[in-house]
DNA sequence: ATGGGGCTGCTTTTT
DNA sequence: GCAGCCCCAT
């Protein structure tokens, strides 16, 4: 090459180059390789999403220009030297002159971007259609889930998949239903196989592709070959209910490409690049249907960190993402080390923490940012001094350094520990917020309209036609509900079908009245359902189904039932305003697959409590670990068990790299589990970090007081019914005399703002205020913690 | 048909 | 310690 087209081809890169000056230079070579595989193995904190989203968009304008090296025709010195100049020429500029270098640009509807949640997927989309400026494109890339991008080829491709149109997914609730029935009927005692272990064997099977004629062949054992006769019957009562589950999805893709090559050239050829987030978490089947879609093209890139894998227990393996550049021998390996997001201590701590796993590709994170604070270790007496710690912590921060509520998240290895962290939270009168209860999707009366939805679309549903046909109670027993379900099976046809001719079966003409009627209502409805706009069509399923009428006879208990009903058809409507052709089933497959609208308001100024493993992907400018023992991180069933155990360490290095400022790591000298004291040892995940980067101090918290007697209390014997937290300068002043409010009244909350008392319950010399705020919903409060003022 | 009492078992979770 | 589930009693 001669030196001017030398001149050329650095000129143009330069360029490219300053349009992604933000990028760091390995992001940069991430963005520029577009063809072949590639490998990103993204640190914590390393703007792996910004590189995917970049990446995307790159080839999207551009092509493959950055690396190609055609020379353009009749290249001048002129124009080499004006290229090279440009390099002063503003950010605008140099965008104007870029499309002259565009090579081979994808369109967007070829582009394949796969995530794991929901909420990765909003969030790429949404960066998307942001840096593209061109709602259509981005709205045309094939960007989601595994699970919504399988469903659109089943979808299309239903028949070959072996479905029928209209099919339906069951979730976790209802695939346990379904297995406890298949187990009942092969006479299984679950004494004998527990529910969750057939779950899980034949979860892990589907992972593996494997059916149950392969399970059962394969099986050396009795239970094996229990489980496979569970697996085998549980596949039959799917398919004779047209439904699917979370699993079969991607495993039926899977087969579908693998058995109709037509359907998989048609995809394959398609997707010209694909990218996969968080690859360090997929299973077999998603790295088999990945593997399959990228054959023709070979332009894949995944992102992940093997660092980072905490989802083995679900059938995630490392080793796709371990093994990645032994499968493409060909991939570009590239490494983010550098991270924008904590302060070097933090990442000391966790680098020193993660070396103790064998088996990891190997990284080591650095970052710009100041070296920051050391890990603050804390010895506490028990639960109860640690979650006050933490309040107390919290409060003095807030107070002192001027620090927001929603700069704090408080971390678990399990849910358990957050049962005495509320508590104690509650009390304090600290605004905070829990994540994961029971959501609003898994409430009965949510999952009972839609069942009758769910059956509505696809007559064959049996666990939803079984969940709702005596709710309300239309005297369809037990007794006609098993004489259908035989009658059923013998005659191969669904449970429906047998209800709707209730009158040619003698044994059914007792119930035969109540059989017809609940027939004739789901018919009636499901012709319904064509004619009404869908918010209509609900609230008439919720009519005419009686189930209104049994919510408001159940009177006052059952009013949250009702809201809940009518907040259920607020979210259909907005599912029907935003859709372009809202039908029923689109509106189940999404409900099916789309958890609730994801109940963490980043913006709500609370103090945030959740696993470890929801936090991963998130960030918090301080994170408290509570529970950093011996026995819970990590857990007891790691103790023995080398695998487990470095899981458990991955884990650990999510929680501390969770942090941008500070961690607080916390054990304590004795605490309750499962009704028991324990007495566990410090987690060795403390003594795994270097004495050097921690600041390990034994805190001592002051005795609980009763506000009424003035009676000092040790956490473990105090009385029943009084288990406030005394912030310390609470101590120091003794309560003023203290303003008294009545339901109606108007007051102000220091954190929690404007509010209106609802009730005011005397207890002791204490009133429990239950105020309405403005902001933040109802909340409980005692007066003594609360210190409202009245407004105005 | 519904509820209460006793028994069990108990990491982590998205789709 | 507690929730969820099963079974039995009303």
Redesign the pocket.
């Known amino acids: 090459m001669n030196d001017l087209n030398l001149r050329y081809i650095n000129a143009k890169r330069a360029l490219f180059d300053r349009a992604n000056a933000k990028l760091n230079a390995k992001q940069r070579e991430a963005v520029y390789t577009v063809d072949g595989p590639v490998l990103v193995l993204a640190g914590a904190g390393s703007g792996k999403t910004t590189v995917l989203v970049r990446r995307i968009v790159q080839i999207i304008k551009y092509g493959n220009a950055y690396a190609d090296t055609r020379i353009p025709f009749g290249l001048t010195e002129d124009k080499v030297a004006s290229l090279e100049n440009a390099r002063s020429l503003s950010d605008a500029e140099i965008k104007e002159i870029l499309p002259e270098f565009i090579s081979d640009p994808c369109p967007p509807w070829r582009m394949l971007a796969i995530t794991?949640?929901?909420?990765?997927?909003a969030e790429i989309k949404q960066r998307l259609a942001a840096e593209l400026d061109d709602e259509d494109a981005a709205s045309s890339i094939w960007a989601g889930?595994?699970?919504?991008m399988c469903?659109r080829i089943l979808r299309v491709n239903a028949e070959a998949a072996g479905l029928k149109p209209g099919f339906s997914v069951y979730?976790?609730e209802d695939t346990?239903k379904a297995l406890?029935s298949a187990m009942k009927s092969l006479n299984i005692d679950?004494?004998m196989i527990?529910?969750?272990s057939v779950m899980n064997r034949i979860s892990r099977a589907k992972e593996k592709l494997k059916g149950p004629q392969a399970f059962i062949a394969e099986a050396d054992d009795y239970r094996e070959r229990q489980i496979g006769k569970i697996y085998e019957k549980y596949a039959d009562d799917l398919v004779a209910s047209n439904a699917l589950d979370?699993?079969d999805?991607i495993m039926k893709t899977v087969l579908l490409l693998k058995n109709y090559p037509a359907v998989l050239d048609k995809y394959a050829t398609q997707f010209r690049y694909i990218s996969v987030d968080e690859f360090q978490d997929t299973n077999e089947a998603q790295f088999a249907l990945v593997a399959l879609l990228s054959q023709k093209n070979r332009n894949i890139m995944v992102v992940g960190d093997d660092d980072q894998s905490?989802?083995?227990?679900?059938g995630a393996t490392v080793e796709n993402i371990l093994g990645f550049d032994k499968n493409y021998t060909d991939a570009k390996v590239i490494k983010l080390e550098q991270n924008y997001r904590s302060t070097q201590h933090i990442l000391d701590a966790a680098n020193s923490i993660i070396s103790n796993n064998n088996g990891r590709r190997g990284k080591t994170l650095w970052t710009d940012n100041v070296s920051g604070e050391k890990i603050y270790v804390r010895k506490l007496a028990n639960q109860d001094s640690e979650a006050r710690f933490i309040v107390e912590t919290i409060a003095r921060m807030v107070s002192r350094e001027g620090k927001s509520y929603r700069d704090f998240a408080v971390l678990y290895?399990?849910?358990?520990?957050s049962?005495a962290l509320q508590t104690v939270f509650a009390k304090s009168a600290m605004p905070y917020r829990v994540?994961?209860g029971?959501s609003f999707s898994e409430r009965k009366e949510i999952r009972d309209i839609v069942a009758y939805l769910q059956l509505i679309n696809n007559h064959s549903d049996k666990e939803r036609l079984l969940r709702i046909i005596?709710v309300p109670?239309r005297?369809?027993?037990?007794r006609t509900i098993d004489c259908i379900e035989q009658l059923a099976e013998e005659q191969g046809t669904d449970m429906f079908s047998i209800i709707e001719n209730a009158t040619k079966y003698p044994v059914l003409s007792r119930s035969c009245g109540s059989l017809l009627g609940f027939a004739s209502l789901i018919n009636s409805l499901t012709e319904l359902s064509d004619s009404l706009p869908l918010d209509r069509f609900v609230n008439e399923v919720i009519e005419r189904s009686g189930y209104r009428h049994m919510l408001i006879e159940g009177g006052e208990p059952e009013k949250e039932r009702l809201e809940n009903l009518e907040e259920f058809i607020s979210g259909v409507l907005e599912y029907q305003n935003r859709e372009e052709e809202p039908t029923l089933t689109g509106f189940l497959e999404e409900n099916?697959?789309?958890?609730d609208v994801d109940r963490y308001d980043e913006n709500a100024d609370a103090v945030v409590m959740?696993?470890?493993?929801?936090a991963k992907g998130l960030e918090f400018p301080i994170v408290f670990l509570p529970g950093m023992e011996e026995g819970i991180f990590p857990?007891?069933?790691?103790q023995f068990d080398n695998e487990?155990l470095e899981?458990?360490r991955r884990?650990a290095y999510v929680a501390v790299t969770r942090a941008r400022r500070a961690v607080y790591m916390l054990y304590t000298e004795s605490r309750?589990i499962?009704?028991?004291t324990v007495v566990y040892t410090p987690s060795r995940f403390i003594s795994e970090i270097p004495g050097e980067l921690k600041d390990e101090q034994t805190a001592h918290m002051a005795p609980y007081r009763s506000p009424q007697t003035g009676r000092v209390y040790y956490s473990e014997s105090k009385p029943a019914g009084d288990m406030t937290v005394r912030a310390k300068r609470d101590q120091q002043s003794a309560p003023a005399a203290r303003e008294k409010f009545e339901p109606g009244d108007i007051v102000e909350h220091f954190s929690f703002g404007r509010g209106e008392v609802i009730s005011a319950k005397p207890m002791g010399a204490d009133v429990l205020y239950e105020i309405m705020f403005d902001r933040v919903g109802t909340k409980k409060l005692m007066a003594t913690y609360a210190r409202l003022k009245r407004s105005q």
């Open positions: 794991f949640t929901n909420k990765a997927a889930t595994f699970h919504s469903m979730d976790t346990k406890k679950e004494k527990p529910l969750k979370f699993d999805i905490i989802y083995r227990f679900r290895r399990t849910n358990v520990q049962n994540l994961g029971v005596n109670a005297k369809i027993g037990d099916a697959l789309v958890a959740m696993t470890v493993h929801s857990g007891n069933q790691a487990e899981e458990e884990l309750m499962y009704g028991r």
